[in-house]
């Protein structure tokens, strides 16, 4: 069965500190893997995608990485800012068919 | 902004109303996508349109009826809905297949309540 699960559910950390979030999927075959971000209340913003070839992608203060051996992916969020607070989705998409699935997601809140 | 476009961005609807909400993109994708997002559950893929054409459609109950009369737009009908259809919708596009270049957009989302 095609899932996605990640971990924590929920984290909270002081404005300035360093986390890291954890997804891992057994979807098959796959094709490439998203974290989105996303505020309450809005719609899914994207922050990286990743190919079946690519370890490592970095977007500003978003570092992604990838074991496709492990199927394990994390998002290390570096410095972290008050406007960080939301929900964080990996996304894995198969590589048959138009068929994405999600994980629960992750609620970060970042406190003063 | 994404690029999708979603209206009305709230709605409040009456178990025997008919109501539509409207997605609408301008990005050139040929994808279009209906998603139901439940409190403290991940999003659930409501229907797929690919070229136009609804090529999957998750065992969603009858109540929720989708339209795709062109790429661009994109509507899911609503008649005799349940509380428990209460939530955040969202609509998203892209390019059909997979690979780079097949991200998917996100609109902002409907809140319906459903009295």
């Known amino acids: 069965k095609n899932q996605v699960e990640q971990s924590p559910q929920s984290l909270i950390i002081l404005e300035g500190k360093n986390c890291t979030l954890q997804c891992n999927y057994t979807v098959s075959p796959f094709s490439n893997l998203r974290w989105y971000k996303q505020d309450t209340g809005r719609g899914p913003v994207s922050l990286t995608i990743m190919t079946f070839s690519e370890n490592t992608k970095s977007n500003g203060r978003y570092t992604a990485t990838l074991d496709a051996d492990t199927k394990q992916s994390s998002l290390h969020i570096t410095a972290s800012q008050l406007s960080d607070s939301a929900s964080y989705i990996c996304?894995?998409?198969?590589?048959?068919?138009?068929?994405?699935?999600f994980g629960t997601g992750t609620s970060l809140t970042v406190i003063p | 902004e994404t690029g999708v476009t979603q209206t009305p961005r709230h709605l409040v609807m009456g178990m025997t109303n008919k109501k539509s909400l409207k997605c609408e993109q301008h990005?050139?994708?040929?994808?279009m996508y209906w998603y139901k997002q439940s409190a403290k559950k991940p999003l659930e893929l409501m229907f797929v349109y690919s070229l136009e054409e609804r090529v999957e459609n998750n065992s969603v109950p009858s109540r929720f009826s989708p339209e795709c009369p062109n790429s661009s737009h994109l509507f899911l009908h609503l008649h005799t809905l349940q509380p428990e259809d209460s939530a955040l919708y969202l609509c998203?596009?892209?390019?059909?297949?997979?690979?780079?270049?097949?991200?998917?957009?996100f609109g902002q989302g409907t809140r319906l309540t459903v009295v």
């Open positions: 998203a596009s892209s390019q059909a297949g997979t690979g780079r270049g097949t991200e998917a957009f």
């Open positions: 996304v894995v998409r198969s590589n048959t068919g138009n068929q994405f699935y």
């Open positions: 990005l050139g994708h040929n994808a």
